[in-house]
């Protein structure tokens, strides 16, 4: 094929779109083939990802772009870490912009004993995405898949910086540095993570995209999943998080395939309903990093606190077919109050750390903004 008739090829699969005709999960595959190995100029690219997120994706367009990003475009690791090998992340693009929830979540989780290999990006819809947090609290996020697995083995937490040639070396950082748009790269790639987790906390930016994240899930091999959108308490506004100002509703996957779903509310799990400014985004890195310490500390029994210990409480839940959700958030409770998640973080930031040891002064600066006395690391 010449490059005008790839060009025109490519130009038919877009118009579909346009039309809101759905692609196969093979055409899907394809398409994002030639996205990765950049063979469409710029202008289609922008124009595929656009179309299809605008005509709304299926679960076989996230599955033929999750499959692409995963065979071509990720460092697979080669090493056994275990099961359940637990991953919790958010979409982004939600309306309501909240503090970094799903990474203290997964801290909390980590100290409860659970093995967390998370797979996050920076910033691109928000001003402070999961990777731009955790390196400045001192994880080193330019590191390699193998530093990573470690990570996982000796502390239970990991995170793969989804936007680093170190994890996808072909073309996804390359893409995601170029839109500041929601495409079907959020949860696509997002899922494209080196381990394959078999257990899995989706947070995602709208209702109706519950269905499609839980069969692509399905498709890709999780064995256990929670899928959740939380409102604020008016319904109408969204997070890609298990709320605590509103309800959330949430799909329910089981090993057998099976699925349940339902709404649930803050006061279900014992906890009160809060106020969205209390959660609200601060805006700035600095302050979100202050903000994170002091939550995982426990410093403050605050809004943000809570929420976090709703969304891991669901992480103890998944893994523990004897444990409610309101049991997992009186777990995570404890383990924020008796100084065990902010140990499981020091150890983390000790293991997962540059060679220059500027993580670990990072960390400690930080500690001493949140107002903090010398931590002790967990490395259980």
């Known amino acids: 094929m010449n490059n005008n008739d790839a060009l025109q090829a490519f130009g038919r699969q877009i118009q579909k779109l346009i039309n809101r005709q759905d ?31 605008a005509k709304g994706e299926t679960p076989q367009e996230i599955a033929g772009a999750w499959q692409a990003i995963f065979e071509l475009d990720t460092i697979q690791t080669q090493t056994d870490l275990g099961t359940p090998l637990v991953e919790n992340s958010g979409t982004g693009m939600d309306p309501l912009k909240t503090f970094n929830v799903s990474s203290a979540a997964a801290v909390v989780a980590a100290a409860g004993g659970v093995r967390m290999a998370r797979h996050g990006a920076r910033a691109l819809t928000s001003t402070c995405g999961t990777v731009d947090l955790l390196e400045a609290v001192g994880i080193d996020v330019e590191c390699d898949v193998s530093t990573v ?24 950082a390359r893409i995601l540095s170029q839109i500041r748009f929601g495409s079907t790269l959020n949860i696509a790639a997002s899922l494209a993570s080196p381990c394959r987790p078999t257990h899995g906390l989706r947070g995602v930016y709208a209702e109706d995209m519950i269905g499609p994240a839980a069969a692509v ?9 929670l899928i959740v959108h939380g409102f604020d308490n008016t319904g ?3 997070m890609d998080e298990l709320s605590n100002i509103g309800a959330s509703r949430v799909r329910e996957i089981f090993p057998d395939g099976t699925e349940n779903t339902f709404t649930l509310t803050p006061e279900d799990v014992g906890l009160p309903r809060r106020r ?13 990093a202050v903000r994170f310490m002091r939550t995982v500390a426990g410093v403050e029994q605050s809004a943000c606190e809570e929420i976090t210990c709703l969304n891991a409480g669901a992480i103890f839940y998944l893994v523990d077919p004897e444990c409610s959700l309101a049991d997992g958030v009186q777990k995570a409770r404890a383990l924020i109050r ?27 600066a930080l500690a001493g903004k949140a107002g903090l006395a010398p931590i002790e690391a967990d490395c259980r």
């Open 23 to 53: 692609l196969t999960r093979a055409e899907s595959y394809a398409m994002f083939r030639q996205l990765l190995d950049d063979e469409q100029p710029d202008l289609q690219q922008g124009a595929f990802l656009a179309a299809l997120a």
């Open 149 to 172: 697995e470690k990570s996982i083995r000796q502390v239970g937490i990991g995170l793969f910086n989804g936007m680093s040639p170190r994890i996808h070396p072909r073309s996804l």
């Open 217 to 225: 899930m399905k498709a890709i091999g999780y064995q256990r999943a």
């Open 236 to 238: 109408r506004q969204g």
């Open 276 to 288: 969205y400014d209390e959660i609200a985004a601060a805006g700035d890195r600095p302050t979100e």
């Open 338 to 364: 008796e100084g065990q998640a902010l140990r499981k973080l020091s150890a983390w930031v000790r293991i997962q750390a540059d060679a220059a040891g500027q993580g670990i002064q990072r960390f400690q």
